[in-house]
C-alpha cells in the first residue's frame, strides 16, 4: 500500500502538477482546495504527510496547521507548508509546521 500524501492548495494548478509528480513517484495523494476540506480528509484519510499553501481564501493554511495539530487524531501528521511569503515563517513554526518552502525561491527550504 502506497503512502498518503494531502495536497491542500487553492489553485487547481498547483494541486494538478503536484499529484501527477507525486503519483509518478508512487505516493497515493489525495486533494483538498481549502482548510476545511483538508482537515475533513486528514481525520479520514490519515495521510502520512500534509503539504500545506499559506494563502488561501477563507481559513488559511497557518490556522488549518493549527487546528490539525490541536485534534488528537490529526496532531502527529508531518506537514510542510509553501509560500512566497518568509515573514510566515515564526507563524508557521507556531502553527506546528515542520517545514516550510518559500516558493519564490526554489533552492531554499526552511526547516522549522
Do not use: H
Not at 23 to 35: D, F, H, K, P
Not at 46 to 73: S, W, Y
Not at 90 to 98: D, P, R
Amino acid at each position: 500500500m502506497a503512502d498518503k500524501v494531502l495536497v491542500v492548495d487553492d489553485e487547481w494548478e498547483i494541486r494538478d502538477v503536484l499529484s501527477k509528480f507525486l503519483t509518478e513517484e508512487g505516493y497515493e495523494v489525495l486533494e483538498a482546495s481549502n482548510g476545511e476540506e483538508a482537515i475533513e480528509l486528514a481525520e479520514r484519510e490519515n495521510p502520512q504527510v500534509i503539504l500545506l499553501d499559506v494563502i488561501m481564501p477563507g481559513m488559511d493554511g497557518i490556522e488549518t496547521c493549527k487546528r490539525l495539530k490541536a485534534e488528537e487524531k490529526t496532531r502527529f501528521i508531518p506537514v510542510i507548508m509553501a509560500t512566497v511569503l518568509w515573514d510566515t515563517y515564526a507563524e508557521a513554526i507556531e502553527a506546528g509546521a515542520c517545514l516550510l518552502y518559500t516558493s519564490d525561491a526554489a533552492d531554499e527550504v526552511s526547516p522549522v
